[in-house]
């Protein structure tokens, strides 16, 4: 089987880790994310697209990790602090008076975690009239070590135009859009729901308009059919 190369289209399972202590911080397994107390039914699960090379979707360090290796294959990354959260700043640690957090009903208490403007920190000292709260992110200074498994490759022109699909618009059954592949145009016929509900669809499609077409350049022209079906009028 042909190892993984930079283009490719590929689906991986991944857990991150905090190195040492091996807190989990994320992961695409859904029995995983319950049993940590992490799920959000928000979120996707499932197997992640991958177009190897695409740092929007993950890394650099995981892109350049997974080039050489095979489908079915498992390996760790780790992610230095210069990659993810930083170091700690001490500018972002504040001090704050305890009858203004308390004029906004937020009790000081040492490891409680506050909400202060737009900012999200923790409360690490509370002396007198006087509270320290660390607005730094929790991981910050941590290695995050990725756990990698690559599911699948995928080859066929349909597929990857619905794994695009799939990455621009979470959560979408694929098996509503209808994608007619052209010599030099892709046709998508959209579903009512996803039109009628979707504050962004307008956004999204001119993501995946220039995705498709920076994919497979050939493709100049990309066409998304819209329609909205009413029930007929009962005749008087």
Avoid at 40 to 55: A, F
Avoid at 150 to 166: G, P, T
Avoid at 204 to 215: T, V, W
Wanted: hydrophobic residues 40%.
């Amino acid at each position: 089987m042909a190892k993984v190369k930079m283009g490719d289209f590929i689906r991986i399972a991944y857990t991150l880790k905090v190195k040492g202590t091996k807190q989990i911080i994320e992961t695409s397994d859904e029995n995983l994310a319950k049993k940590e107390n992490l799920y959000d039914e928000k979120n996707s699960y499932g197997p992640r697209l991958l177009i190897v090379g695409n740092e929007e979707m993950f890394l650099k360090r995981v892109n350049d990790t997974v080039i050489g290796k095979d489908v079915g294959d498992k390996f760790k990354v780790d992610i230095p602090p210069e990659e993810t959260f930083g170091y700690k700043d001490n500018s972002k640690v504040k001090l704050l008076g305890r009858k203004e957090l308390v004029a906004k009903n937020i009790y000081p208490e040492i490891g409680r975690q506050i909400q202060w403007g737009n900012q999200n920190g923790i409360i690490i000292s509370a002396l007198g009239g006087r509270v320290r709260v660390d607005f730094n992110h929790p991981l910050v200074g941590q290695t995050i070590v990725y756990a990698v498994e690559i599911i699948e490759r995928i080859s066929a022109v349909k597929k990857k135009l619905e794994a695009i699909i799939d990455y621009r618009m979470p959560g979408i059954d694929i098996s509503t859009f209808t994608i007619k592949d052209e010599k030099d145009k892709i046709t998508i016929t959209m579903p009512e729901e996803i039109i009628t509900t979707d504050l962004y669809i307008q956004f999204r499609k001119m993501r995946l308009a220039g995705d498709i077409n920076k994919i497979f350049p050939s493709k100049t022209e990309i066409v998304f059919v819209e329609s909205c079906k009413f029930k007929a009028s009962a005749s008087k």
